[in-house]
């Protein structure tokens, strides 16, 4: 007599299992109910507007001043509001990079080392950078600047700041984890988020990477901040999936980004 | 065009998300990995649900939750292959724990389920507890029918040696697969 033949004549509960679509949802159902819908919503509209956007000289007259806008804004804004050096951006078709910064706290700390840094990146490869309107993205514009060129100042910006959340990674290119730093206790546990231990692998490998950056800095006499303790760190990277501390970042304030970059390169 | 409150976004996924993360977690057997996964995927839709939210959104944050899962663990798979080898590890819990005439429960289940390699799991999930067909299958892993023909068959043929005591259920699953393909 099979099981199927036994529930059916009432053997109760100890048979319950034939069942496989069944026993997955009995699998399943010890999840709790999440609560996601709002808290994703704001996070989703947050990470659209601030995707990083390309924006192309598309007019005739533009081109033939020869100038090209490169945009880094929401792309729902008409255009940029010359800011800073003033440069006026040139709308047209946009273009998404592969920058993803969902950040909970537009406005906050990682939003502004994010805007200082690409600015100083970007202003020593001679581009003229503005903020757009209150939305905290930047319009960066150069005078005569050849397609691809954009794209590939744009790559070198990313490469030289090493900014992008490095959870998203692929496997070979996860760095190796090195010696903790003296200066920070890497937590034994990070529970939120549901940080699992290769995630906390390669945030503490980027802390790293931060940490030998900064005492470079340090030892060229280039502008320096004090570095977070690692967990408030970590933490921030997960969350913001942007870096609220950067060795860059006080070098870039002081016009001294370019010495920083050349002294202490970091690896992407 | 939704509201800047995202009302219909919302209703969605207040509709939707139990469902979505039990799912996700029979894929990653972790329920805080598993409300990251589907987290991640929702937030992505939301990015995009001016685009998405008249097609099949559902579809969408499957095909990213699913994929994402699956290219987590390629990523970690080193870990979790030197978990296996662990002698008091799940697996050996599996085949020497005391067999209870036909009960099986969920722990055990999803046990069974994280010894099967990821695509298979997967490929099990979406058959027995999400019910879709192989051609949706198919969709959304990004593989081949025949693919998830040859990953169902093995999977059913490693959890029928992880979960003997279960009498009764593969016939069943025999003849789900062949309503399926039907």
């Known amino acids: 007599m099979g099981a199927a033949d036994r529930a059916r004549r009432g053997e109760g509960d100890r048979v319950r299992s034939q069942d496989l679509p069944r026993l997955l949802r009995e699998a399943g159902d010890e999840a709790a109910e999440p609560d996601l819908a709002r808290s994703t919503w704001e996070r989703g509209r947050r990470s659209r507007r601030r995707r990083l956007v390309l924006t192309g000289t598309t007019g005739l007259a533009a081109l033939a001043l020869g100038v090209t806008a490169l945009t880094l804004s929401r792309p729902d804004l008409p255009g940029a509001e010359p800011a800073g050096r003033g440069g006026a951006a040139v709308g047209g078709a946009a273009i998404e990079l592969p920058v993803d910064g969902a950040t909970t706290d537009p406005g906050g700390q990682a939003e502004r080392v994010w805007r200082t840094l690409y600015t100083a990146c970007l202003e020593d490869l001679d581009y003229e950078v503005a903020g757009v309107s209150d939305d905290g993205g930047l319009a960066a514009t150069k005078l005569g600047v050849q397609a691809g060129e954009r794209d590939r ?24 984890e090195g010696p903790w730093p003296a200066t920070g206790e890497f937590p034994a546990e990070t529970s939120s988020y549901g940080m699992d231990q290769s995630m906390r692998v390669v945030l503490t490998a980027r802390y790293h990477e931060y940490f030998i950056a900064n005492a470079c800095l340090q030892e060229a006499d280039l502008p320096t901040s004090v570095l977070p303790p690692a967990e408030d760190f970590i933490h921030e990277l997960a969350r913001e999936q942007l870096p609220a501390w950067h060795p860059y970042l006080e070098a870039a304030e002081q016009g001294r980004y370019a010495d920083a970059r050349a002294a202490c390169p970091l690896t992407p | 065009m939704p509201g800047p409150t995202g009302d219909d976004y919302v209703a969605f996924v207040t509709a939707r998300q139990g469902p979505l993360l039990r799912a996700a977690y029979l894929i990653c057997g972790d329920e805080h990995l598993a409300h990251d996964l589907l987290q991640d995927a929702l937030i992505k839709l939301a990015s995009r649900w001016e685009r998405l939210r008249d097609e099949a959104p559902e579809a969408y944050v499957r095909r990213i939750l699913y994929r994402d899962a699956i290219s987590r663990w390629r990523r970690t798979r080193r870990e979790r292959l030197v978990d296996q080898h662990d002698p008091g590890g799940e697996l050996a819990r599996l085949r020497t724990r005391e067999p209870v005439e036909g009960w099986v429960e969920g722990a055990h289940v999803r046990q069974a389920l994280l010894l099967l390699p990821p695509r298979q799991r997967a490929v099990v999930v979406l058959r027995y507890y999400e019910d879709l067909s192989e051609a949706d299958i198919a969709t959304t892993l990004g593989i081949s029918r025949g693919t998830v023909k040859s990953q169902a068959s093995d999977a059913m043929t490693t959890l029928r040696g992880l979960l003997p005591e279960v009498e009764g259920w593969v016939p069943r699953i025999v003849r789900g697969e062949e309503r399926g393909t039907a």
Do not use: F, K, Q, Y
């Open chain 1, 153 to 176: 100042d744009l790559r070198r910006c990313r490469a030289e700041l090493v900014l992008d959340s490095p959870v998203t990674l692929a496997a070979s290119e996860e760095p190796a």
